[in-house]
């Protein structure tokens, strides 16, 4: 008797699983394309590069350890 009600309970805990991952799945939204079809305008500023010896410069917080 102690087996078949451990063999109850999981394949119950199974059940409900899997009615809860359907229920998921048959509820969930559809996405809309009309906010893929529209085009934003890049934020970004476009600079020409030129060719030359340049010194790099780093900005940092903390402190230096040897």
Known sequence: MKTKK???ICAGILLVAVAI???IFMT???AGSEA???EMAMLVDV???E???YV???SSTG???P
């Open 6 to 8: 451990i063999i109850l």
């Open 21 to 23: 991952t359907v229920f």
């Open 28 to 30: 969930e939204p559809t």
């Open 36 to 38: 893929a079809t529209r």
């Open 47 to 49: 600079e020409k590069v």
């Open 51 to 53: 060719k030359g010896n």
């Open 56 to 58: 790099p410069e780093i």
């Open 63 to 65: 402190t230096v350890q």
